[in-house]
């Protein structure tokens, strides 16, 4: 059975997983370190793990495989993800795959590197738009195709 793993804590996208895994029937492991209101979707999972870097990263990585949906903007566990055979789409239906992931790590590290040598450099991604919020839902029902399909029988 195909799984879907959220990287909750700044996850904007978890009513529309929701919503797509109860039509699909699908189980839902909304990882957090607290602080979210628990859906009442028999289907939905909410995982508190302890406080620390990376806890919820891990707790979805060493769960994560072939077959599954994560959905993460996380490019360090996205990479992760991929390596195990999973299906990795950000919050705005880009999709991370063994062709893209490399690139996506060498861009953050980057970007962190040009941000810690200006302090005053701000961040400033875009906002997140009803585009993003549709490219997100029209990815999602495809993974979740592709996964269904990839998933070895039990």
Request: with cysteine.
């Amino acid at each position: 059975m195909t799984d879907i793993y959220v990287d909750a804590d700044a996850c904007p996208v978890k009513a529309e997983v929701e919503r797509v895994a109860t039509r699909h029937k699908l189980k839902v492991y909304v990882v957090s370190n607290g602080g979210l209101r628990p859906s009442v979707n028999p289907l939905i999972e909410n995982v508190i793990v302890p406080e620390g870097p990376d806890v919820a990263d891990m707790w979805i990585a060493d769960r994560a495989g072939v077959g599954d949906v994560v959905i993460t903007g996380d490019i360090p566990l996205a990479a992760k993800c991929v390596e195990a055979g999973a299906k990795v789409l950000k919050h705005n239906g880009e999709p991370l795959n063994e062709r893209n992931v490399g690139q996506a790590l060498a861009v953050r590290d980057l970007m962190t590197d040009l941000r810690s040598a200006d302090p005053f450099r701000q961040g400033g991604g875009k906002a997140f738009s009803k585009a993003d919020r549709s490219r997100f839902l029209d990815a999602l029902e495809r993974d979740i195709r592709a996964a269904k399909a990839a998933k070895p029988q039990k």
